[in-house]
Nanobody, 117 residues
Framework: QVQLVESGGGLVQPGGSLRLSCVAS????????MAWYRQAPGKLRELVAV???????NYVDSVKGRFTISRDNAKNTVYLQMNSLKPEDTAVYFC???????????WGQGTQVTVSS
C-alpha cells in the first residue's frame, strides 16, 4: 500500500512563492509519471502539472511559466515550485500518479495553499 504525504503549503501573499513536497512510501515510483493536482472549495480536483519518468513535464495553461514540477527518484519525492502565486491558486494540493483514476494510489491528506493579502 503506497502512502502519499504532501507538505509545504501555507499562507502567502500574492506574488509570493512556495515549494511543495510529496513523499511516496511503500513503492519505488521512478517508473511512473507523477502529477500534482489541486482542489479549490466547491470545485472539482484538477490536474496542475505532470512529470514523466524520463523527466519531461506538462502544465495546465493557468500555471505555465509560474510553476515547476520536479522529482528525486532516490528520495521517492516529487516537488512543485510555485512562483508568482495568485489568489486563484488557493486550493488543497495533492500528488498522485498521472493517468486514469483506476491507476492512482490512495490520496494523501493534501497540503493547503492560501494566497491572500
Amino acid at each position: 500500500q503506497v502512502q502519499l504525504v504532501e507538505s509545504g503549503g501555507g499562507l502567502v501573499q500574492p506574488g509570493g512563492s512556495l515549494r511543495l513536497s510529496c513523499v511516496a512510501s511503500g513503492s519505488s515510483f521512478g517508473a511512473y509519471a507523477m502529477a500534482w493536482y489541486r482542489q479549490a472549495p466547491g470545485k472539482l480536483r484538477e490536474l496542475v502539472a505532470v512529470i514523466f519518468s524520463g523527466g519531461s513535464t506538462n502544465y495546465v495553461d493557468s500555471v505555465k511559466g509560474r510553476f515547476t514540477i520536479s522529482r528525486d527518484n532516490a528520495k521517492n519525492t516529487v516537488y512543485l515550485q510555485m512562483n508568482s502565486l495568485k489568489p486563484e491558486d488557493t486550493a488543497v494540493y495533492f500528488c498522485n500518479r498521472n493517468g486514469p483514476s483506476t491507476s492512482r494510489w490512495s490520496w494523501g491528506q493534501g497540503t493547503q495553499v492560501t494566497v491572500s493579502s
